[in-house]
């Protein structure tokens, strides 16, 4: 049998499986899950989207003393994701060469893919979750009597409801949207997304065009989630999902944005374009064949001026930057 992922469904939208595992880590152990430091463990892949959310609210939090981290390599087979990066092969906490281990501990015929990001109850080696929604907003409210003196409040009361319409706008049309245009299986469908991706990267630019953040003066989760496809858009989704009017670095308020972000302490700092390209070009083989992984775009235009700072806003509120990363976490290069 082949082990190779296959993603495109020929003549079909692509539409992602939202059902995941719903337990969550909560002060009141209402699933079974106690907040509890050192027990869990958070599997997140560096070329992951929906992973680097996690990465990035961990960081800006100072969670990294409470909440271990396991880096799976950038490819993977339809089986899951593995270890490939650590010595020998096994991921060093939990012992285990595939993520998949994980989620077979505790559901013997778990039916669904093998997803990151996950928590891993280290105890046990079973998965409590992959619901990588609620993962975040957990740790930004569930773990808030662990977070570091400083750290921002990423999810402001006042402001949720803004910021929950917000997200699920940026969802359905960007963070999932550059999926419906490159795993599309027939011409209508890739055409639908490309135009709701593109509308909807117009609307930021306007939104964003008078104000540094997308909701309130501050950093919340929306700039999070939307910060992770942006910094992936013209290494990966430009051309090999086919999402190309125009590259991010030719829409000057998003790409502003987007630099504004990845130059600030906890974004750019968890953001590996090798292992990006890697993943996505090398998995994706009914997309890329040949398994040729571009050398460009040149990443050292991240770094350039962005004069986002003349709009006001105060990055992370009444807090201040995340220390730098933890030596075993940074990012080679």
Excluded at 75 to 92: A, C, E, I, Q, R
Aim: glycine share 8%; aromatic share 12%.
């Amino acid at each position: 049998m082949s082990l190779k992922p296959s993603y495109i469904q020929p003549g079909q939208d692509f539409n992602r499986d939202t059902n995941y595992i719903e337990d969550r880590i909560t002060r009141d152990a209402r699933d079974g899950w106690p907040v509890e430091p050192g027990r869990y463990r958070l599997v997140a892949a560096r070329a992951c989207p929906w992973a680097n959310r996690t990465t990035i609210v961990r960081r800006l939090l100072g969670l990294e003393g409470v909440i271990s981290l396991g880096l799976p390599g950038p490819t993977h087979d339809k089986n899951s994701w593995t270890f490939d990066l650590d010595p020998g092969g096994v991921d060093p906490v939990l012992g285990i060469e595939r993520l998949q281990q994980a989620f077979l501990a505790r559901f013997p015929d778990y039916p669904r893919g093998i997803t990151v990001p996950a928590i891993v109850d280290v105890p046990t080696g079973k998965v409590v979750t992959n619901n990588y929604p609620q993962i975040t907003l957990d740790f930004e409210t569930e773990w808030a009597a662990y977070h570091r003196v400083g750290a921002p409040d990423l999810y402001p009361q006042g402001l949720r409801a803004e910021i929950d319409e917000v997200a699920d706008l940026i969802f359905h049309d960007v963070n999932n949207g550059v999926y419906k245009c490159g795993f599309a299986g027939n011409q209508k469908s890739y055409e639908r997304a490309y135009d709701a991706l593109f509308a909807r990267l117009d609307w930021l630019e306007e939104r964003l065009a008078g104000q540094r953040y997308l909701v309130g003066d501050t950093i919340t989760e929306a700039d999070i989630r939307l910060f992770t496809t942006l910094a992936r858009f013209d290494a990966v989704y430009h051309g090999h999902f086919k999402c190309n009017r125009n590259k991010l670095s030719e829409m000057p308020v998003l790409w502003a944005y987007a630099r504004d972000l990845f130059q600030t302490s906890g974004f750019g700092d968890t953001i590996d374009f090798d292992q990006i390209k890697k993943h996505y070009y090398v998995t994706h083989v009914d997309i890329n064949p040949s398994g040729i992984v571009p050398k460009g775009p040149d990443a050292a235009a991240w770094l350039a001026p962005h004069s986002r700072a003349d709009l006001g806003g105060r990055p992370f509120g009444a807090g201040t930057p995340p220390n730098a990363p933890v030596p075993a976490e940074r990012i080679a290069g």
